[in-house]
């Protein structure tokens, strides 16, 4: 139960070494999906709001202030509600060897 900071569980969604037992730790799927979620949703709002309001960077000022928004509120949600549990362990690599026939034989 020690304590991580909010700005590395929102950085390090994959994957973040715990400070105490140096175990590997990353946000569940859960948390990840509500903050895609409410991001999408702050995002919606802001182009909404913000469509139509003229001048010459009209097309432009709907997209950036959706972006900015969804950005904010989903890292912001992950740094204050993040649910963080241990990382499984990854599969070790298998070298298989490459099948040879000689020299200067090619296959399709």
């Given at each position: 139960m020690t304590r991580i900071p909010a700005g590395d569980a929102a950085a390090y969604t994959g994957g973040l070494e715990c400070p105490g037992c140096k175990g590997r730790l990353e946000v569940s799927v859960g948390s990840r999906i509500?903050?895609?979620t409410l991001g999408l949703a702050a995002g919606a709002m802001a182009w909404s709001f913000s469509w139509g309001s003229g001048g010459a960077l009209d097309w432009l000022l709907?997209?950036?202030?959706?972006?900015?928004?969804?950005?904010?509120?989903?890292a912001l949600?992950?740094?204050?509600?993040?649910?963080l549990r241990s990382k499984p362990a990854e599969p070790m690599?298998?070298?298989?060897p490459i099948a040879?026939?000689?020299p200067g034989v090619a296959h399709h």
């Amino acid at each position: 139960m020690t304590r991580i900071p909010a700005g590395d569980a929102a950085a390090y969604t994959g994957g973040l070494e715990c400070p105490g037992c140096k175990g590997r730790l990353e946000v569940s799927v859960g948390s990840r999906i509500l903050a895609t979620t409410l991001g999408l949703a702050a995002g919606a709002m802001a182009w909404s709001f913000s469509w139509g309001s003229g001048g010459a960077l009209d097309w432009l000022l709907p997209i950036l202030y959706a972006y900015l928004a969804f950005s904010v509120v989903s890292a912001l949600y992950l740094m204050f509600t993040a649910d963080l549990r241990s990382k499984p362990a990854e599969p070790m690599a298998v070298r298989t060897p490459i099948a040879s026939h000689g020299p200067g034989v090619a296959h399709h």
